[in-house]
């Protein structure tokens, strides 16, 4: 059990041990003030619970010791001193899921994907404008789970080619996607100028840079060869939503998941391949070849996706143009505005949508899950090796709008897409409960462990998240193996995940028994530390 730490230890220095999230001590007289304040914060044990920590492969039943905002302990028949003890005999215990790729940037959304079993959830594929801001109106809100922000490419270009001022709103930015002046490729000064723009980005906390490549399709592939640069001698991360692919596009610059592909050969950079059944679709097996060759050549590329046959985006989006559809064997039907539930009829309505409301979000269906064979494509996205389960959660619309509300359960009429609720409990039902896919280990693994590494370089403070070692930060997730389900459909989106028991963040119920704790909000910032 290395890496745990052994029962008897854990009785010598119960509440003061060095880095247990409680104090940061330097002399002896902070130590004991240190103390005083730790004896003040939640000491808590889960008791008896099936472990599984994906940081040191252990597997095995074993007590969690939590003080204040750290795991400080773990080993079977931890001593009980003053902390609460909950029972999880039966249950599964593992390292809360940190989702790189959720746009809900908001206390309801952040709800329901506590339900999933999410502790951290970051807005990392679109990135808000100007970051800085962004974290301190989280941090004034409050957030239920931890939260964190890329720079945002689409924002940067915006206010470069357009003269937009980005104001840290996504639907701003969903805007600005289907303007064909955003769209075009920069000059020489304009391609410096928002470079410039995401390096000070950087510098104020953003953990990397979100790309919406997919969204201006036909700009000079030399823009993104730069972008790649600027971000390794930053040692920052990027996460792209590719370009269209070679088969849907022949016509295209390049193919868009080997763009991202050459890019991180040349430079060295860590480049995160978002969503790839959604932009692979049935091009899955050819996408996913690519990058294992890539990665096995040493590139530093890491994927991800999301167990659904559909997509949702903002309808004015470069590829859900009425004449683009047919290339990947789609029709205005295969799109469903979220904000009014409306199917589109045909090209004409498709048209007249695009233009009065462009950042109206929709869903679109991509595969079929009901198909046999295109759900195992969804499948093969999920079990390529090492690939990071990521929601792209969406913003919760009421009214035709999103919106924020402090109201619990939420209130009726909300619409998004299912993922945002149910995509981690619907990829351990598939690939854990009813496929064996994955073990326990293998699905922590891809939920927790693996993302939080992605952030490793850009924000030292990640690297305590995703795994239950001595030292980690108390974001846990107590899942019943047996119950754990998603029950959001495309008819009933806004539907919270069964099966999460509890759920920790810094060492404090988000979800408790099952129910959420409508006065958590815990959450504190991941942010980057460019150099
Ligand atoms: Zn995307």
């Not at 997919?214 to 060869?225: N, S």
């Amino acid at each position: 059990m290395s890496g745990a730490a052994r029962p008897g230890r854990s009785r010598t220095s119960f509440f003061v041990r060095p880095d247990n999230g409680c104090h940061r001590q330097s002399s002896k007289r902070t130590t004991r003030r240190a103390a005083a304040a730790c004896l003040t914060q939640a000491v808590i044990i889960l008791r008896g619970g099936r472990v599984v920590d994906p940081g040191t492969g252990f597997d095995g039943v074993a007590d969690v010791l939590i003080e204040g905002a750290r795991v400080t302990a773990v080993g079977p028949g931890l001593p009980t001193g003053a902390a609460t003890v909950v029972d999880v005999s039966g249950m599964v215990v593992g390292p809360g899921f940190v989702d790189l790729h959720s746009h809900v940037n908001s206390i309801a959304g952040q709800r329901l994907q506590a339900l999933d079993g999410v502790t951290t959830a970051l807005e990392l594929e679109a990135g808000l404008m100007p970051v800085d801001r962004a974290y301190a109106q989280a941090a004034a809100a409050g957030r239920p789970l931890n939260y964190g922000f890329s720079a945002s490419w689409a924002a940067a270009r915006a206010q470069v080619l357009l003269g937009h001022e980005p104001d840290t709103s996504l639907a701003a930015g969903l805007a600005v996607l289907a303007d064909p002046g955003w769209q075009r490729s920069s000059s020489a000064p304009e391609l410096a100028r928002w470079l410039d723009l995401i390096g000070g980005e950087l510098a104020d906390g953003a953990l990397g840079v979100g790309v919406l490549m997919g969204y201006a399709p036909r700009t000079d592939p030399a823009e993104f060869r730069a972008l790649a640069r600027l971000a390794a001698q930053a040692g920052a991360p990027t996460f792209t939503h590719v370009r269209e692919l070679v088969e849907a596009d022949p016509t295209t610059p390049v193919d868009g998941s080997e763009e991202l592909a050459i890019a991180a050969a040349e430079t060295g950079a860590a480049m995160h391949h978002c969503h790839v059944n959604s932009t692979s679709r049935r091009h899955i097996d050819r996408v996913l070849g690519l990058l294992d060759r890539a990665r096995s050549q040493g590139s530093r590329i890491t994927v991800e996706a999301y167990p659904y046959g559909a997509g949702s985006t903002a309808v004015g989006a470069y590829f859900l143009d009425p004449d683009r559809l047919g290339a990947w064997g789609l029709s205005p039907a295969s799109i469903v505005l979220l904000t009014t539930g409306e199917r589109i009829a045909d090209g004409d309505r498709l048209r007249q949508v695009r233009r009065a409301d462009p950042a109206a979000e929709c869903v679109v269906e991509f595969l079929d899950e009901q198909d046999p064979g295109d759900a195992a494509l969804l499948r093969r996205a999920l079990a390529f090796p090492d690939a990071i389960v990521a929601s792209d959660a969406m913003p919760l619309i009421w009214s035709g709008q999103p919106r924020d509300t402090m109201r619990w359960p939420l209130p009726p009429g909300g619409s998004t897409h299912p993922r945002t609720a149910g995509t981690f409990a619907r990829a351990l039902r598939q690939m854990v409960r009813q496929s064996g896919a994955w073990t326990w280990l293998e699905a922590f693994r891809r939920c927790a462990y693996l993302p939080a590494r992605v952030l490793d370089e850009i924000a030292p403070a990640a690297r305590r998240k995703g795994h239950l070692g001595v030292g980690s930060d108390a974001d846990v997730v107590v899942v019943d193996p047996h119950q754990i389900t998603d029950t959001a459909t495309y008819l009933a989106p806004v539907r919270p995940s069964v099966g999460v028991r509890h759920l920790l963040v810094g060492g404090t119920f988000v979800v408790r028994d099952g129910e959420l704790r409508v006065d958590a909000l815990p959450g504190t910032p991941v942010r980057g530390s460019a150099h």
